[in-house]
T-cell receptor, first 111, second 111 residues
Framework: RKEVEQDPGPFNVPEGATVAFNCTYS??????FFWYRQDCRKEPKLLMS???SGNEDGRFTAQLNRASQYISLLIRDSKLSDSATYLC????????????FGSGTRLSIRP | EPEVTQTPSHQVTQMGQEVILRCVPI?????FYWYRQILGQKVEFLVS????????KSEIFDDQFSVERPDGSNFTLKIRSTKLEDSAMYFC?????????FGQGTRLTVV
């Protein structure tokens, strides 16, 4: 099982729709989670950090469920500019620190 | 806001040449990482570095690769004899507890 698994894409939704991504992680020692967006040929850019149960920033809501070991990202009222690949990332640190990337989910918003 | 900086942003090199990719992590961070992303593929872990030594490396990180923290601020990735398949975006990251920051990447093109 991959350490971080994401919804297979691509997602193709109309502008204004609500879209949700799920991400599961296998290492219960994971302590912090992040959603990054990546535009084609660019570096991943931090969208949201998720440390406790969740985080909300405008149209974006991230939720963490430690019992079920998944993180979700909800995008409301999607815009054309939301088209990108969304990467789920987990970070754990104890005797060592490790960042694990999911393989990413591609989102395409159509007019 | 703190940032991880990488230089150069783009490097073109001939096959067989050595390249050094440079990164300046966040000053109080203790863990450092290199990742790469071949165009159109997922982000792949190369190596993590802590306390002046490699803490973990992937199977991609073979004898052609090495990392160094020569002066307490820079964190470098050296590829001794580049191959065409080393062409990718290379990302540096640093973490401390719940913080993780990525550099903007170096696009390496091997011709």
């Amino acid at each position: 099982r991959k350490e971080v698994e994401q919804d297979p894409g691509p997602f193709n939704v109309p502008e204004g729709a609500t879209v949700a991504f799920n991400c599961t992680y296998s290492n219960s020692a994971s302590q912090s989670f992040f959603w990054y967006r990546q535009d084609c040929r660019k570096e991943p850019k931090l969208l949201m950090s998720v440390y406790s149960s969740g985080n909300e920033d405008g149209r974006f809501t991230a939720q963490l469920n430690r019992a079920s070991q998944y993180i979700s990202l909800l995008i409301r009222d999607s815009k054309l500019s939301d088209s990108a690949t969304y990467l789920c990332v987990s970070l754990y640190y104890s005797s060592a620190s490790k960042i694990i990337f999911g393989s990413g989910t591609r989102l395409s918003i159509r007019p | 806001e703190p940032e991880v900086t990488q230089t150069p942003s783009h490097q073109v090199t001939q096959m067989g040449q050595e390249v050094i990719l440079r990164c300046v992590p966040i000053s109080n961070h203790l863990y450092f990482y290199w990742y790469r992303q071949i165009l159109g593929q997922k982000v792949e872990f190369l190596v993590s570095f802590y306390n002046n030594e490699i803490s973990e490396k992937s199977e991609i990180f073979d004898d052609q690769f090495s990392v160094e923290r020569p002066d307490g601020s820079n964190f470098t990735l050296k590829i001794r004899s580049t191959k065409l398949e080393d062409s990718a975006m290379y990302f540096c990251a640093s973490t401390q507890n719940t913080e993780a920051f990525f550099g903007q990447g170096t696009r390496l093109t091997v011709v």
